[in-house]
């Protein structure tokens, strides 16, 4: 079983900086994605950025020259560094994990770490 607990969320002004951490526990050894996903309510969840197995990155078109999306193997960890912080970043945000496990790809979901950027 995987279980994946972020931090880091806060309240931070325009113009601000936070990094996200996503803590992995359990067995990732097979890992197919991995990404930060975001959520405001009344929409869907949206790609803020993601990295394949193979480590090639995509981010959302907004967030692009100012998020980060960075990983520590060794320690489980995945982070998004945000930078250059606008109140449309406001939401709450979510790491996932797609893990290979007996021949399909499951889903695993942190439980959210909230970002408020006010103007």
């Known amino acids: 079983q995987v279980q994946l607990v972020e931090s880091g969320g806060g309240l931070v002004h325009t113009g601000g900086s936070l990094r996200l951490s996503c803590a992995a526990s359990?067995?990732?050894?097979?890992?197919?994605?991995m990404g930060w996903y975001r959520q405001i309510p009344g929409k869907q969840r949206e790609l803020v950025a993601d990295m394949s197995g193979g480590g090639r990155l995509t981010y959302a078109d907004s967030v692009k020259g100012r998020f980060t999306i960075s990983r520590d193997n060794a320690k489980k960890m995945m982070y998004l560094q945000m930078n250059s912080l606008k109140p449309e970043d406001t939401a709450v945000y979510y790491c996932?994990?797609?893990?290979?496990?007996?021949?399909?790809?499951?889903?695993?979901w942190g439980q959210g770490t909230q970002v408020t950027v006010s103007s």
């Open positions: 996932k994990y797609q893990i290979l496990q007996r021949g399909s790809v499951r889903d695993y």
């Open positions: 359990g067995s990732i050894s097979n890992i197919y994605t």
